[in-house]
């Protein structure tokens, strides 16, 4: 079955792929002049992607309203569609910020995602019409309502296999550990912490790690190379306000610690400290 639904899905590509590419461009050029306004989207404030938070809402108001129909409370049941509508409204709000920094496989299933959430919505609207009327016989609104809740549970599904299977906004360092020990560096072109260039990013290797050392001064800030948000290289990306810029959708973390200052991500990202040893050059991860 899942692999069915799989091959349905990539089938779908002829579609999703340029309606993808194009949507991503409408709504980034929306949301780009509005940093602030993304970061509240993207969930930078709550530390976690806030679509994934708001997508609990509509489903719980939607199902609560096909329960209240089925008891014949059609007042209630009213009440708790038009929250479910201003619910998926909301979500899709928010959900367009991650779309627009979105990539590859990932956009082409978020897209599916979107669509079918899209006709979701439109077979709700046409139900509450229907029910504003307040007509004695109520089964077509109703059975409206029913078939667009498993519209919208397929619709749920694509969504979940965007985070779960393909990891979309999902931390790239979560499985990571901490690594209080101490390792030999290598710092990309043989370089010692002296020939650092000031203000420049430069990759070095740490195990099987890579990371991104910036000298500021005589300090050698070090944080892990992949960023948080998609896995961009940030040894290529600049150093803008204290903090290193992902090159790939412009996340930026803070040189000193690590901390997000701007989204897409909503994570930190790793930092490490280094320093000379007997051996040569050493870096280890700091915990927390």
């Not at 709000?93 to 439109?122: C, E, F, K, N, P």
């Not at 020939?195 to 430069?202: A, H, I, N, S």
Request: glycine share 12%; with cysteine; hydrophobic share 45%.
């Amino acid at each position: 079955m899942v692999r069915f639904l799989m091959r349905l899905m990539d089938a779908q590509s002829g579609w999703a792929r340029p309606l993808g590419d194009f949507n991503k461009r409408w709504i980034g050029a929306i949301y780009r002049p509005l940093g602030p306004i993304k970061d509240l989207a993207h969930g930078h404030w709550l530390g976690h992607p806030v679509h994934a938070a708001t997508t609990d809402i509509p489903i719980g108001a939607l199902t609560v309203t096909i329960v209240l129909d089925l008891l014949g409370q059609r007042y209630a049941a009213d009440v708790a569609l038009v929250i479910g509508i201003l619910a998926m409204l909301a979500s899709a709000v928010v959900g367009a910020a991650d779309y627009s920094d979105t990539d590859g496989t990932a956009l082409q299933r978020a897209t599916i995602h979107s669509t079918i959430m899209v006709v979701a919505l439109v077979v709700y609207l046409v139900s509450l019409a229907m029910r504003a009327g307040d007509p004695a016989d109520r089964s077509v609104p109703v059975v409206l309502s029913i078939l667009a809740y498993l519209i919208l549970l397929a619709g749920a599904w694509v969504g979940g296999d965007v985070v779960y299977v393909l990891g979309n906004m999902v931390s790239r360092h979560a499985f990571r550990g901490a690594g209080a020990k101490w390792l030999p560096l290598e710092i990309e072109g043989g370089l010692g912490l002296a020939d650092l260039p000031e203000g420049q990013p430069v990759r070095g290797k740490l195990g099987i790690n890579n990371l991104v050392l910036v000298r500021q001064g005589e300090t050698v800030n070090a944080l892990h190379e992949t960023c948080a948000h998609a896995g961009g290289p940030l040894a290529q990306g600049k150093v803008v306000d204290g903090c290193i810029q992902c090159p790939w959708h412009g996340s930026r973390f803070r040189l000193s610690d690590g901390v997000a200052q701007r989204g897409p991500t909503v994570y930190d990202q790793p930092r490490y400290e280094v320093r000379t040893g007997e051996s040569g050059l050493e870096a280890r991860r700091v915990a927390g």
